[in-house]
């Protein structure tokens, strides 16, 4: 069953998520060759909380860090470490926050340098995540958007894992319904007003199929190839969606 958010908890997500989107922006900008996985995870929890918020993923279920940083065929949940950022990398990052009790999550991809496997990978992702968003209309389902981003995924010849999804969120980091990268028209459950999702296309280059390391974390695609992953944390009102974790555009 989808939560639906009052007036209130809307308002403190839209804080939450402006919050993020300007944490976001700096991880973005500080994630460059040269620089360790350990780095970005230290600037990430420097930013949350300077901003009076708390990290959403540290000890969440026992993850050790405050982001998850997937580097090329590591498609999820990568824990930081001294793996130092190469030249043509391919890195996700997913990072998460609460303010005030209230959770945002968002992930993107970006290529160190001018790649085109990586900028094929983010474009499905992103194009993928954009197709999923513009499905939120009145009388839409879960199902509308799962279909909406698959057919980007398999108009570019890639996958998604069946195991991973999209969520619900808001007093929680992870809330109903659950929100597929694959799905049948009108099939699922139905969107309402003042439910708030995470839509976030995972992407793979030859099948579905993935592996979860030793960690009990860190999910790496079975073929060994790059992978790519976007997610923003999106609002619904009067039938249609608001992301409230973008960055500013300007």
């Not at 999820?76 to 998460?96: A, E």
């Not at 007003?193 to 579905?208: D, F, G, K, R, Y």
């Amino acid at each position: 069953m989808a939560i639906i958010k009052s007036e209130f908890e809307i308002s403190e997500m839209k804080i939450a998520g402006k919050i993020l989107a300007e944490v976001k922006a700096r991880v973005y900008d500080f994630v460059r060759p040269g620089i360790s996985l350990k780095e970005v995870d230290r600037i990430a929890f420097q930013e949350i909380k300077k901003k009076n918020a708390k990290p959403a993923f540290l000890n969440y279920h026992g993850f050790p860090a405050t982001i998850c940083t997937s580097v090329n065929e590591v498609l999820i949940h990568g824990i930081p470490s001294d793996y130092i950022l190469q030249h043509n990398d391919l890195v996700s990052i997913d990072l998460g926050l609460s303010y005030n009790g209230f959770f945002v999550d968002s992930a993107f991809s970006k290529s160190l340098g001018e790649n085109s496997e990586n900028q094929k990978l983010i474009n499905c992702a992103k194009q993928a995540f954009f197709a999923g968003f513009n499905a939120i209309k009145p009388g839409a389902t879960t199902g509308d958007i799962g279909f909406a981003i698959a057919n980007v995924i398999k108009s570019y010849g890639f996958f998604t894992p069946l195991e991973f999804s999209g969520h619900g969120i808001g007093k929680q980091l992870h809330e109903n319904p659950n929100i597929y990268n694959f799905g049948k028209p009108k099939k699922g459950i139905r969107l309402k007003n003042n439910m708030v999702i995470c839509i976030e296309p995972m992407i793979l280059q030859t099948s579905a199929k993935v592996e979860i390391l030793k960690d009990g974390w860190t999910v790496k695609a079975k073929d060994g190839k790059k992978t790519s992953h976007y997610e923003e944390t999106v609002l619904i009102h009067n039938g249609k969606g608001i992301i409230l974790t973008e960055m500013d555009q300007n």
